[in-house]
């Protein structure tokens, strides 16, 4: 077993320990712990993990309250927990990240290697085409977009990946089974 795949089974089984601690204080030791193995590169890592989740906890934990107000039995400790769990588990990604080659740590395996190829591939072809959408849009509009016309855009956008994910999904599941990929 190489250094990645051994650094990859750990990231997962710390994923799967840290969903299982529902102590904020544990959590907050082992958030410091990780926030100090991270080196120089701690803040930065943190900024990024603030900025991925930031939206999806302030909504999380706006409509908790607001639930809460109306049926009773807010718990602060909750909030503080699951916060906490989210930074954590986002902050450990982001640093497993930078470290961890994913090629050689799925080498262990042509399947998975084989199906990451796959996948990542898509994330780059998808990543080129968002930066082509954002460009088309940029060199299209002569003044600021309004908001309106930004969401209409995001929309079409959205939807364009969408069709074409299932589009790309259906002809590489079909090209698999063609070749025996599954057993069935």
């Known amino acids: 077993m190489n250094r990645e795949t051994a650094v990859l089974i750990t990231f997962l ?13 544990v959590l907050g030791i082992v958030l410091f712990s990780v926030f100090l193995f991270a ?12 900025l991925a989740i ?17 049926e009773g039995g807010f718990s602060a400790y909750f909030v503080v927990l699951l916060n906490i769990r989210v930074f954590l588990l986002t902050y450990l990604t982001f ?4 470290r961890v080659n994913p090629f050689k740590a799925l080498a262990f395996s042509k399947t998975l290697t084989f199906l990451f190829s796959l996948a990542y591939g898509h994330v780059i072809t998808f990543r080129r085409l968002y930066d082509d959408f954002r460009m088309a849009l940029k060199s299209r509009t002569m003044v600021r977009p309004r908001t309106r016309d930004l969401y209409r855009h995001g929309a079409a956008t959205a939807s364009f990946f969408l069709q074409k994910s299932l589009h790309d999904t259906t002809e590489i599941t079909e090209a698999m089974k063609s070749r025996g990929f599954f057993n069935d």
């Open 13 to 25: 089984a710390a994923v799967f320990t840290i969903t299982m601690i529902h102590n904020a204080a």
């Open 39 to 50: 080196g120089k590169r701690r803040w930065r890592i943190a900024k990024r993990s603030l």
């Open 95 to 98: 640093l497993v990240v930078e």
């Open 54 to 70: 930031a939206l999806f906890n302030s909504i999380v934990t706006v409509s908790y309250v607001l639930l809460t107000m109306f």
